[in-house]
Each structure stands twice: as structure tokens, then as C-alpha cells.
């Protein structure tokens, strides 16, 4: 099954979600809560999650765009990303790298 990552305040996460990445949530240099990454989201782990102030999670969640729907949004993504870039020195590794983040980031 195909999945989309986004990155979702805590106060809208819900249980039954599974974290996309490994959480850590870390206070003055000591882990306070650690889940990895494919965890299902329950009650008490959200509970745990505001208790430790934690802002944002890494979900994945089910894909239900068609391959047609996911083409043109991969399409119109990479257009957009072009016109952000479009006086940026792409050959220069460090443009390169960030347009390549950016596109992927905006592709998930």
C-alpha cells in the first residue's frame, strides 16, 4: 500500500496514526520518550506525547490518490519548485542539494 508523510501538531494527532519517523522527545539533554518509527499511535502514548510538550510528529498515513491524481500532483509539485528556483545555479552542489530537499519534501 502506498503512504504520504506529513508532519501534524500534536493537537491533531489522533490514535490509530503510525509515526513516519522515530520520535525523541529530549529535555535538557535526558530522552524523555522515545517510540520508533512505524508505531501506532494510542491514547496513552498522545497522553505521553502533551505531558512531554511535544509540537509535531512524522505520520504516515494511507495514499488514496489514483496513479492518474498522483502523476499531475507529482507534475504540478516539480513546476512549482522550478518556478521557486528559477534564477537558482542548479550546477552549484549546494542549490542542487537544497532544490533536491525541497522537491522531496514537497513530493511526500
Known sequence: MRTRTQY???????AGMM????LM???HGHLRLSL?????LTPDNLHQMTAH???FIFIAEPDTRSDEQVAIDTAQ????VMEIFV???????TMSALFD??????NS
Open 25 to 27: 522527545v529530549v529535555k
Open 101 to 106: 530537499q525541497i522537491l522531496a519534501y514537497r
Open 36 to 40: 520508533p518509527a512505524g508505531h501506532v
Open 77 to 80: 509539485v516539480a513546476h512549482r
Open 8 to 14: 501534524l501538531p500534536i493537537i491533531e494527532a489522533e
Open 87 to 93: 534564477g537558482a545555479d542548479l550546477s552549484d552542489p
Open 53 to 55: 510538550q511535544t509540537e
Open 19 to 22: 509515526l513516519a519517523a522515530a
